[in-house]
């Protein structure tokens, strides 16, 4: 007597991925509902169970389905806006201010069910996803009838869906409670990364993740300027920082793990931690590589991910197999490191281990979900096959199949391509409408491209600051008499501070644009240490003069921002037509004179040689202050012993590029 099943696929090459990559030719598969019944050579199958619906699957490979360990699906949307660029530039400069601009719940239903139909047609059944309005990608991705993790973003900045991370990690809470024991979603929290995180999100959402039983989703060691940070800031890197942050109380799925060392992947052994291999991405973005077959060695969970569609530019998962089992031979320097088998488990039952839910799916056993596909062999790029070497269908599909060959996907029972037309999704449909996001994007960087102001604003912390500057400023030959001049009771010194300063002024072009100075201040104490340093960017404006008989007032804009990346970064995202250096050492004192507050700067110039210079300076919002201020300034530098006529209401860049042009 036989049991009877609701489906039968006969006359399949069947691949279980099972531990023991065990597979039968010509093998067979039983469905009940939603699982797997049974799997085995085809005539045990045929002779133990019977269904009303035969499928034959005509000698193709019938595997699991491909797990997409690490992605942000909504960026396909943002396929292909910026590339060739560092991460942080790319990140920073573009990804995060067109979100900002753009993302919606709208957006993210868009992108997610684009990259649905891609991961369909190439073979993907279940996906790891970071980003925001998470809850939306969930609703998509259900609907499109696909298994996700899907993880809602905390970062410590604004985002698209939070004006601060107590709102976001609110959001998550309520979107694991309202998600938590769906059949095809697993909702969870993803504190995007340490550098984007305080240790508060680290610890908040560790604690989340492990209250519900669901996995934290997150960045780790991606980049080595990633790591030196972490040094620098924490004395420590990334991955003893998090676990001192109780990262590791939750089932965490660690994207990329790059720059990681033989001690740290002990750690993320220890604690049962899935990292997320993203071959592509890394490459394109000179992330590195990562140190996957010492994970694997160690026994880690790794799983192979696209990343997003933004940096990679596809979610072809049988790219990425490929590229990684080649990376791994060709960072070891050694062509057995990494098998066409291994590469394969990594993107099916190791990846599913990873994600933390391998006991749902990632192989073809009995009791695990029924999410599967079937592979074409038989095309041009992918004959003749050798049959004389077990591992030699695992090379076949690793290193000649192509996404294109999958022709058939099922996920939890249920047929979301046949013959390679979609069930569930209507593609031509969807590309309409992705067409306007992408004409609205353009229009959107067309015009910040054309503002140095508006790139500035872009990446976040630009404030505005007083639009009127009074400021004279003259060239002395000695120190002495300012020094003596500022004890004077006439002047109330409020504070005093010693600086060194290091200043490389970008010009645009357009002179309109002005300048943009990235400052490097270090404070120095009363035996010349260095003490404290601080960072700034400030884009000076052009000035417009006012003419009084002090010749003291300007009027500019001017915007203020914290410079909290490199010199490099800003370098290659503000593209300047030239650059001025001028390093300085100041003394500065904060005064009242006459009942008005003044900055009184002694300055030394070094670089280039330009000598001493006093300066007075003050700023205000307000043009009838300003003009009070302007006559109170002339007097001021009078008593500093500094004739008005000597007065040069100029910065010292305009004071460099005048020199320059007079010579």
Not at 387 to 413: C, E, F
Request: net charge negative.
């Amino acid at each position: 007597m036989t049991t009877t099943a609701d489906l039968l696929l006969t006359n399949a090459i069947v691949l279980t991925m099972d531990e023991n990559l065990t597979s039968y030719e010509p093998g067979a598969l039983a469905i009940q509902g939603e699982n797997i019944l049974a799997v085995g050579a085809e005539a045990d199958i045929l002779r133990e169970y019977s269904a009303n619906q035969l499928l034959d699957c005509q000698g193709k490979v019938l595997m699991p389905g491909l797990i997409n360990a690490h992605t942000h699906v909504p960026m396909t949307l943002l396929r292909g806006l910026a590339d060739d660029l560092r991460l942080d530039v790319w990140l920073l400069g573009y990804m995060m201010p067109v979100e900002r601009e753009f993302v919606s719940p709208d957006f993210v239903r868009l992108g997610t069910q684009l990259a649905c139909v891609e991961l369909i047609r190439t073979g993907v059944t279940c996906f790891a996803d970071m980003y925001y309005f998470e809850e939306e990608v969930a609703r998509a991705t259900a609907a499109a009838g696909l298994r996700a993790l899907c993880s809602q973003s905390v970062m410590k900045f604004p985002t698209p869906d939070a004006s601060f991370f107590e709102e976001s990690l609110a959001a998550a809470r309520e979107y694991i409670q309202r998600w938590k024991g769906h059949t095809l979603i697993i909702p969870s929290v993803a504190p995007h990364a340490p550098y984007t995180c305080t240790a508060e999100i680290l610890r908040a959402t560790a604690a989340l993740a492990a209250e519900f039983d669901v996995p934290l989703h997150t960045h780790l060691a991606e980049t080595a300027l990633e790591v030196e940070d972490s040094r620098r800031e924490h004395g420590m890197p990334v991955i003893p920082y998090v676990k001192k942050q109780n990262l590791f109380d939750a089932k965490v799925l660690a994207a990329h793990c790059v720059h990681i060392d033989e001690g740290e992947i002990k750690t993320l052994l220890h604690h049962k931690a899935g990292v997320a291999h993203n071959p592509s991405s890394n490459l394109k973005l000179a992330s590195g590589f990562a140190p996957v077959t010492g994970m694997l060695g160690a026994g880690l969970n790794v799983g192979i991910g696209t990343d997003g569609p933004a940096s990679n530019n596809d979610l072809d998962m049988f790219e990425e197999v490929r590229l990684a089992a080649f990376l791994g031979k060709a960072t070891t320097g050694d062509p057995t490191a990494l098998p066409a088998h291994t590469a394969l488990a990594m993107a099916t039952r190791l990846g599913a281990n990873a994600l933390h839910i391998g006991h749902l799916t990632g192989s073809l056993e009995p009791g695990k979900r029924a999410d599967l596909i079937l592979v074409d062999i038989f095309q041009l790029h992918n004959t003749p096959r050798f049959r004389r070497n077990h591992n030699g269908l695992y090379a076949q599909l690793v290193y000649a199949a192509k996404s294109t060959d999958v022709t058939d996907v099922m996920v939890n029972g249920k047929w979301l391509m046949r013959e390679r037309e979609l069930t569930t999704l209507n593609e031509n449909e969807l590309l309409q409408y992705v067409e306007e996001y992408a004409r609205r994007i353009d229009v959107f960087l067309i015009q910040r491209e054309k503002s140095v102001l508006s790139k500035l604003i872009a990446i976040g912390g630009a404030t505005e600051s007083e639009t009127f500057e009074v400021q004279a400023k003259a060239r002395i030959a000695d120190s002495e008499p300012i020094l003596k001049a500022v004890q004077n009771p006439e002047i109330e010194i409020l504070h005093h501070r010693h600086y060194r300063e290091y200043d490389v002024y970008f010009t645009f072009a357009d002179p309109q644009q002005g300048y943009l100075r990235y400052r490097e201040d270090e404070y120095l104490d009363e035996k010349g240490k260095v003490s404290n340093v601080r960072y700034r960017l400030t884009l000076i404006g052009p000035a417009r003069e006012f003419h009084f008989p002090s010749d003291v007032l300007l009027s500019r804009s001017r915007y203020i921002a914290p410079a909290t990346h490199s010199l490099r970064f800003y370098r290659e995202y503000f593209n300047p037509s030239g650059e001025i250096v001028v390093e300085k050492e100041r003394l500065r004192w904060r005064v009242l004179y006459h009942g008005t507050e003044f900055y009184i700067n002694l300055d030394r110039l070094t670089t280039p040689e330009l000598g001493l210079y006093v300066e007075v300076k003050s700023r205000t919002w307000s043009r009838r202050d300003a003009e009070h201020k302007a006559m109170v300034a002339t007097d001021l530098l009078r008593f500093l012993g500094v004739a008005p006529q000597e007065n040069v209401p100029l910065d010292y860049v305009e004071i460099i590029e005048k020199s320059s042009a007079q010579s």
